[in-house]
């Protein structure tokens, strides 16, 4: 059973637009959603995480908001930059075993 | 502060062999956790460790098993290796307390021929 499910698979958007990733949880026990951002050959970095007693998070041009009665959560990345090209990961986690979407592949157009 | 480290980075073993992968995590944090990320099933939990217990286990054969020890630096191992067991295998370390927040590492590229 696949407990979040990620979409889309991938993704380009031109630079200066906003890429929107959506994810869909199951477990209601999930107290802790992260986003982690990777780059080939690199393992996952966080990116930015959000608690299920917030609605939205932002930091920088990376925004998470969080829907806990429809059980889904999105990232935004602001002004979408080529650097911003990489594959991103949501998850949802409860005392501390996590469970990960599987993956959007991000290409920002220059 | 030194990010998770992992060795080593590349490995190449044959079918039937066994392979151990060392993790060390950030100075204080006490859990270590070890994922398997291939293409097609993504980023899958084997197996956490917190003050060298095991705490929590994902659904994977006991081919696979871990350990940790008191330096918090932990251990994963596989025996009989398959060709399905080449992956990128990465260790996240964590405080281990109530908050959730994982750092990654780098991972060890393992290819089995």
């Known amino acids: 059973q696949q407990q979040v499910k990620q979409s889309p698979q991938s993704l380009i958007v031109q630079k200066g637009g906003i890429s929107i990733i959506n994810c869909a949880y199951e477990?209601?026990?999930?107290?802790?959603f992260p986003w982690y951002q990777q780059f080939p050959g690199k393992g996952p970095a966080l990116l930015i995480a959000?608690?299920?007693?917030?609605s939205e998070k932002k930091e920088g041009r990376f925004t998470i908001s969080f829907n806990k009665s429809a059980k889904q959560f999105s990232l935004h990345i602001m002004d979408s930059q080529p650097g911003d090209s990489a594959t991103y990961f949501c998850?949802?986690?409860?005392?501390?075993?996590?469970?990960f979407g599987s993956g959007t592949k991000l290409n920002v157009k220059p | 502060k030194a990010g998770v480290t992992q060795t080593p980075r590349y490995l190449i073993k044959t079918r039937g062999q066994q392979v151990t992968l060392s993790c060390s995590p950030i100075?204080?944090?006490?859990?270590v956790s070890w994922y398997q990320q291939t293409p097609g099933q993504g980023l899958q939990f084997l197996f956490e460790?917190?003050?060298?217990?095991?705490?929590n286990k994902g659904n994977f054969p006991g081919r696979f098993s871990g350990r940790q020890f008191s330096n918090s630096r932990s251990e994963m191992n596989v025996s009989t290796l398959e060709l399905g067991d080449s992956a990128l295998y990465l260790c996240?370390?964590?405080?281990?307390?109530?908050?959730?927040?994982?750092?990654f590492g780098p991972g060890t590229r393992l290819t089995v021929l």
């Open positions: 959000i608690r299920p007693d917030v």
């Open positions: 998850a949802g986690s409860n005392f501390n075993k996590f469970y």
């Open positions: 996240a370390s964590s405080p281990g307390q109530s908050f959730n927040e994982q750092f």
């Open positions: 460790y917190f003050s060298e217990t095991q705490r």
């Open positions: 100075s204080g944090h006490r859990s």
């Open positions: 477990n209601t026990a999930f107290d802790y």
